[in-house]
């Protein structure tokens, strides 16, 4: 049958709609693939020290250890599926704990108390080895509004201590700065001490930059702030012989303004676009953004309704485009009122009481984080990083299985769908699905060869591309 439609102009329609394909694909070229860490710690730029996040790592491991010396205590304070088939005696738990560090991992995975005792000692491993994931050296709300001089000091010095970290291997993978804000107040202190900072650090390593090095914007309410951060980039970039693009920035979305403009459209996308390709994620600031909707302190918590309806917004509009997308913090520390080491057995119990309620509240923080498609947050103080990692490993592992079964499952029938169905269908699933996998061993909930279990090779799962994993198995 002779078709209807002319060949040229057939040709010059779907030129025309390639065109505008490529123009789609260049603004969502959907999620990225490289590791996204599941946190990052603010710590002010004052008390920055090349091993801090060492320290932090000693201080968040004591503070688990203290306050639940075995894996049933966390078990019992989170609730964690199965804890209540746990024993409360100490005997019964010293012989339970035993009996499942001598089991094959098989077998260990049958009991009720697996979840519990992963999940315990995945937190004490992760402390010891590496604690940090992302540090901001911050010169806004954890350094405060301080003199200028102190904080030209604080800027030179801080810098010589991250080149210190640096050379003694100590510095976590992921680092960088918070500037002051672009606001008209503080727009020149905030450059300055970026210009101060990263001068001295690059004498210091001779030109160097520490792996993930990236600064963070707050407060941007309208994309100028971001495009003259860009242009300074590009002076510093010529200054100190960098190659074009090596500067990275992260936006902060902290007012209602950056959620919805004067006429009433979100910004965020904009906002991006003005950074030119720098920008490479966007962070939750929950305490600024709930003030700047009237929430009173008492109520500014990261699962208020209003953070929700901000997170969702952010989602739609940077949904595809890649960029990494962080919750806030939790502002309750795990930090006892009593300290000291000669203390009464009314104030030991009363710290157990104040910490594992701010367990409680940090770990159902960033499980509502987690289950709302948040994979990173923020961290105030070392006591709280036991409950990141646990609120993290919880999540990946307790819905292992279940992932385990629905890739799988992809893959099988990858073997026998039609390329156009995968494309429009099962491929965008398949590839949420291997980004949990990807996510789960980025954080060291499971190791590659536990991914095995989904059918996949070890070749396929680094592709970290459940497209190009089905194209291979065609071609075979």
């Given at each position: 049958?002779?078709?209807?439609?002319?060949?040229?102009?057939?040709?010059?329609?779907?030129t025309t709609l390639g065109e505008a394909n490529r123009r789609f694909q260049q603004t969502y070229p959907g999620d990225r693939t490289d590791r996204q860490p599941v946190h990052t710690v603010?710590?002010?730029?004052?008390?920055?020290?090349?091993?801090?996040?060492?320290?932090?790592?000693?201080?968040?491991?004591?503070?688990?250890?203290?306050?639940?010396?075995?894996?049933?205590?966390?078990?019992?304070?989170?609730?964690?599926?199965?804890?209540?088939?746990?024993?409360?005696?100490?005997?019964?738990?010293?012989?339970?704990?035993?009996?499942?560090?001598?089991?094959?991992?098989?077998?260990?995975?049958?009991?009720?108390?697996?979840?519990?005792?992963?999940?315990?000692?995945?937190?004490?491993?992760?402390?010891?080895?590496?604690?940090?994931?992302?540090?901001?050296?911050?010169?806004?709300?954890?350094?405060?509004?301080?003199?200028?001089?102190?904080?030209?000091?604080?800027?030179?010095?801080?810098?010589?201590?991250?080149?210190?970290?640096?050379?003694?291997?100590?510095?976590?993978?992921?680092?960088?700065?918070?500037?002051?804000?672009?606001?008209?107040?503080?727009?020149?202190?905030?450059?300055?001490?970026?210009?101060?900072?990263?001068?001295?650090?690059?004498?210091?390593?001779?030109?160097?930059?520490?792996?993930?090095?990236?600064?963070?914007?707050?407060?941007?309410?309208?994309?100028?702030?971001?495009?003259?951060?860009?242009?300074?980039?590009?002076?510093?970039?010529?200054?100190?012989?960098?190659?074009?693009?090596?500067?990275?920035?992260?936006?902060?979305?902290?007012?209602?303004?950056?959620?919805?403009?004067?006429?009433?459209?979100?910004?965020?996308?904009?906002?991006?676009?003005?950074?030119?390709?720098?920008?490479?994620?966007?962070?939750?600031?929950?305490?600024?953004?709930?003030?700047?909707?009237?929430?009173?302190?008492?109520?500014?918590?990261?699962?208020?309704?209003?953070?929700?309806?901000?997170?969702?917004?952010?989602?739609?509009?940077?949904?595809?485009?890649?960029?990494?997308?962080?919750?806030?913090?939790?502002?309750?520390?795990?930090?006892?009122?009593?300290?000291?080491?000669?203390?009464?057995?009314?104030?030991?119990?009363?710290?157990?009481?104040?910490?594992?309620?701010?367990?409680?509240?940090?770990?159902?923080?960033?499980?509502?984080?987690?289950?709302?498609?948040?994979?990173?947050?923020?961290?105030?103080?070392?006591?709280?990083?036991?409950?990141?990692?646990?609120?993290?490993?919880?999540?990946?592992?307790?819905?292992?299985?279940?992932?385990?079964?629905?890739?799988?499952?992809?893959?099988?029938?990858?073997?026998?769908?039609?390329?156009?169905?995968?494309?429009?269908?099962?491929?965008?699933?398949?590839?949420?699905?291997?980004?949990?996998?990807?996510?789960?061993?980025?954080?060291?909930?499971?190791?590659?060869?536990?991914?095995?279990?989904?059918?996949?090779?070890?070749?396929?799962?680094?592709?970290?591309?459940?497209?190009?994993?089905?194209?291979?198995?065609?071609?075979?």
């Amino acid at each position: 049958m002779q078709l209807s439609i002319n060949e040229n102009e057939q040709a010059r329609l779907l030129t025309t709609l390639g065109e505008a394909n490529r123009r789609f694909q260049q603004t969502y070229p959907g999620d990225r693939t490289d590791r996204q860490p599941v946190h990052t710690v603010y710590g002010g730029a004052n008390l920055f020290k090349a091993d801090t996040c060492l320290k932090m790592g000693e201080i968040a491991l004591r503070n688990l250890q203290t306050y639940s010396p075995n894996f049933v205590v966390l078990a019992k304070v989170l609730e964690l599926a199965g804890h209540e088939h746990l024993p409360h005696l100490e005997n019964e738990i010293f012989t339970l704990t035993h009996k499942l560090d001598n089991m094959p991992a098989a077998a260990r995975k049958q009991e009720p108390a697996w979840l519990a005792y992963t999940v315990y000692n995945k937190i004490v491993r992760k402390l010891q080895t590496e604690p940090v994931e992302d540090f901001r050296i911050d010169f806004e709300d954890g350094f405060g509004n301080r003199p200028n001089v102190e904080e030209d000091v604080t800027a030179i010095t801080a810098a010589q201590e991250l080149a210190k970290g640096m050379q003694q291997g100590t510095v976590s993978p992921f680092i960088g700065i918070r500037i002051k804000p672009f606001t008209e107040d503080l727009k020149h202190r905030g450059v300055r001490t970026l210009d101060l900072f990263l001068t001295a650090l690059l004498e210091a390593t001779n030109g160097v930059l520490p792996a993930n090095f990236v600064v963070m914007l707050p407060k941007v309410t309208i994309p100028e702030q971001v495009t003259t951060l860009v242009r300074l980039f590009e002076l510093l970039e010529k200054a100190h012989q960098l190659p074009a693009g090596t500067l990275q920035m992260e936006t902060m979305v902290e007012a209602t303004q950056i959620i919805m403009d004067e006429e009433g459209r979100n910004p965020l996308l904009r906002i991006i676009k003005a950074s030119e390709g720098r920008c490479i994620a966007a962070h939750f600031g929950t305490y600024d953004y709930t003030a700047s909707c009237g929430i009173t302190a008492r109520y500014q918590t990261m699962d208020h309704p209003v953070c929700d309806f901000a997170h969702h917004m952010t989602k739609v509009a940077l949904a595809g485009t890649g960029i990494f997308l962080s919750d806030g913090a939790t502002n309750v520390m795990p930090i006892g009122p009593h300290r000291g080491e000669d203390l009464s057995f009314e104030q030991q119990a009363e710290n157990r009481a104040a910490v594992h309620h701010a367990w409680r509240m940090g770990f159902h923080h960033t499980m509502h984080s987690l289950i709302n498609g948040f994979y990173q947050g923020w961290d105030l103080n070392p006591a709280q990083l036991p409950m990141r990692y646990a609120a993290t490993y919880n999540f990946f592992l307790g819905s292992y299985d279940d992932a385990v079964f629905r890739l799988k499952t992809f893959v099988e029938r990858a073997a026998i769908s039609t390329l156009t169905k995968d494309i429009f269908d099962d491929a965008a699933t398949g590839q949420g699905l291997l980004n949990f996998f990807l996510k789960a061993m980025n954080c060291g909930a499971i190791a590659e060869e536990e991914a095995l279990a989904t059918g996949l090779t070890l070749e396929e799962i680094r592709s970290r591309s459940f497209y190009r994993i089905l194209e291979g198995r065609r071609k075979k």
